[in-house]
């Protein structure tokens, strides 16, 4: 079975510039978060769906930030424009809520903002 | 205001001893914990859980004991061996499922051959 895929892997731009982000959760998992982790820190949660519901978006700077995961599958999170304060690791998870606790993570998207 | 707290950054361990990593939290409200393992360049990867309803939680070489009144737990691995070097996370939550966790900054655990 496929793991939570994350796309891309790696992403450097100047600030200013818009990014987007791409996740692809477990077939099936209808819970899937947004991750910040600064380097040296744990993940910091940005944003929660419940199947297509944002249903926690309460960490989410949403001057720059949005996300949308329109069919309740895989979801796009998107930072425009981006600031040098920005440049981390975006990990994206997902889980079967109602039947287990175990989030699933991708491996990240690193971003480089110059 | 962080409320779940790993103070040991680090951690040197020899192959087959026992490695502990500590982990604190402030909010009396979680009844949740979990910890997770990651590699360089992979995310984090699901080790061990436990509810507040028990005070501790085996698998394998793995154990995880839960100090409510203190607001501690710990995590033990016995033997330790050189492939459980990695980044050590503890996260801490209210309720099981679906809800959202609070992760600790982490400790680099090394086993050293």
């Known amino acids: 079975e496929a793991g939570v895929v994350q796309s891309p892997r790696y992403k450097i731009i100047e600030k200013k510039q818009p990014v987007a982000f791409w996740c692809n959760p477990i077939?099936?998992?209808?819970?899937l978060y947004w991750y910040l982790q600064n380097l040296g820190q744990g993940p910091e949660l940005l944003i929660r769906?419940?199947?297509?519901?944002?249903?926690?978006d309460s960490q989410l700077p949403k001057d720059r930030f949005s996300a949308e995961r329109l069919k309740g599958v895989d979801s796009t999170l998107k930072i425009q424009p981006a600031e040098l304060g920005d440049s981390a690791v975006y990990l994206c998870?997902?889980?079967?809520?109602?039947?287990?606790?175990?989030?699933?993570f991708g491996p990240g998207t690193r971003l480089t903002v110059l | 205001d962080q409320q779940v707290k790993q103070n040991s950054p680090s951690l040197s361990v020899q192959e087959g001893r026992i490695s502990i990593l500590n982990c604190d939290y402030t909010?009396?409200?979680?009844?949740?914990f979990l910890w997770y393992k990651k590699y360089p360049a992979e995310g984090p990867t699901f080790l061990i859980s436990?509810?507040?309803?028990?005070d501790k939680n085996e698998d394998g070489r793995f154990t995880v004991f839960l100090n409510k009144s203190a607001k501690h737990l710990s995590l033990h691995i016995v033997p330790s061996q050189p492939g459980d070097s990695a980044v050590y996370f503890c996260?801490?939550?209210?309720?099981?499922?679906?809800?959202?966790?609070?992760f600790g900054p982490g400790t680099r655990l090394s086993v050293l051959p």
């Open positions: 998870a997902s889980s079967l809520a109602g039947v287990t606790d175990t989030q699933y």
């Open positions: 077939s099936g998992h209808n819970t």
């Open positions: 769906y419940e199947n297509e519901e944002a249903v926690d």
């Open positions: 909010n009396s409200m979680f009844d949740y």
């Open positions: 436990i509810s507040s309803i028990k």
């Open positions: 996260a801490a939550g209210v309720g099981n499922y679906g809800q959202n966790f609070v």
